[in-house]
């Protein structure tokens, strides 16, 4: 969550329930995210005790099956990946919603699952966000489930049973923070540290923010290949670039892809600090909605290596890495304070985000008929009923059983 946050204070493992105000007492936003994270969480954790960590109401929705064209296409329905609610409104073809396309190959067998998350969502992907009547303020934030189909291309000879067997698997990333000589800032801060090339250590890089990210700017214009048009911060954020500023284009598209955008250098800023010159082309993203540019705070090049090494940040602050498979857009945050010198950290914390939710959806085999790959579709979601017909459908399966046994000769 890029945001203009103080700190993100939820700990699961403290127990809390629910976060009590006080009269008289100062109001702060970490407070309210607190509260919003762990009503979430319990929700969450409730929901996949009762139904498990996926399940499809009355298995009516994201079914794989054949269209009428003979391609493959997902049902409309609901599905519930790790408590996170997913919604096809229609049936689809299953090449519009997958990141990448399908490759058919006689005798192979391929996965078919969905990938939930939930993307944070500010006024810039959401003007209706602003207030009118306050002069167009920037106030809160909003958090939004997205989801994508995805492929695990030969998976072997599984059954349905098996197939969240060959779901991805999480890796080992972790992240450990220092400040030997205590925390030198003049400032409150919330740093972000932020993997931008995704791969294991010694190959992954990162990017990192004093504000969590949050400055971040609209792209109005494209006006040449490495000239962008940008509108200053938002009311409340009135932030301005700087020449040496790195800065990162991206937009909706490469966001709800799990894509990086492009990193580029500010070489020059027009007179009112709206026209910027980058040190690269930057037009793949002119098409593309919702296009922004974010200002990231390392100095030492576009990204910084991923190392077991101690790199220092600023003022005092240093990071290292372990663990290996480093995914875009894992990210750690550290909130700095001025008044306690020190970072409080443990040994090594893995990423606290972005939380996938893989489940299954179906094992696609294909097969060879005549000049085209023809596929055979196995079903492996788990579908189950609200509680009130559960007894309706205990009685119906008794019946069915005893129907079985007048027909089956003693």
Not at 42 to 61: A, C, L, S, T, W
Not at 384 to 402: D, V
Request: some cysteine; charged content about 25%; overall charge negative.
């Amino acid at each position: 969550m890029k945001g203009d946050f103080s700190r993100l204070t939820f700990e699961p493992s403290k127990r809390y329930t629910a976060v009590l105000m006080q009269q008289g007492r100062v109001t702060l936003d970490s407070d309210w995210n607190e509260q919003v994270a762990i009503r979430e969480h319990v929700e969450r954790i409730r929901f996949e005790d009762v139904v498990g960590g996926y399940g499809v109401p009355h298995g009516e929705g994201f079914a794989v099956h054949g269209d009428r064209n003979g391609a493959l296409a997902l049902s409309a329905g609901r599905i519930y990946a790790g408590g996170l609610l997913c919604e096809l409104i229609e049936s689809t073809p299953l090449e519009r919603l997958v990141r990448r396309p399908l490759a058919p190959r006689p005798g192979r067998t391929d996965l078919v699952f969905l990938d939930a998350w939930e993307r944070h969502v500010t006024a810039l992907d959401d003007p209706d966000l602003l207030e009118p009547a306050l002069g167009g303020a920037d106030t809160t934030t909003r958090l939004q489930v997205v989801w994508k189909i995805d492929l695990v291309e030969n998976v072997g000879d599984r059954s349905s049973a098996e197939g969240s067997a060959a779901l991805p698997k999480k890796g080992t990333a972790a992240m450990r923070v220092a400040t030997p000589d205590g925390y030198s800032g003049s400032e409150n801060h919330l740093y972000r540290v932020e993997i931008h090339d995704g791969s294991a250590r010694g190959h992954a890089t990162f990017k990192w923010s004093r504000d969590n990210g949050s400055v971040v700017f609209a792209v109005e214009d494209f006006v040449q290949p490495s000239v962008v048009r940008v509108t200053l911060g938002l009311p409340r954020t009135p932030q301005k670039l700087a020449v040496g500023d790195w800065v990162e284009v991206s937009s909706d598209e490469s966001e709800l892809a799990g894509q990086v955008g492009t990193l580029a250098r500010v070489e020059e800023l027009s007179e009112d600090g709206r026209s910027v010159l980058l040190d690269r082309d930057v037009s793949p993203h002119r098409n593309e909605t919702h296009a922004r540019l974010r200002r990231w705070d390392q100095r030492n090049g576009p990204a910084v290596p991923v190392s077991s090494d101690w790199i220092p940040l600023e003022a005092g602050v240093q990071v290292r890495f372990s663990g290996s498979d480093f995914q875009p857009g894992d990210y750690w945050t550290i909130p700095a304070r001025p008044a306690d010198v020190c970072i409080e950290w443990p040994a090594e914390e893995p990423p606290q985000g972005i939380e996938h939710q893989l489940c299954p959806l179906a094992l696609v085999q294909w097969k060879q008929a005549g000049e085209t790959c023809t596929p055979v579709v196995r079903d492996c979601r788990r579908a189950f009923l609200p509680l009130t017909e559960i007894h309706t459908e205990l009685a119906r399966l008794k019946s069915e059983i005893a129907e079985l046994r007048r027909q089956t000769p003693p």
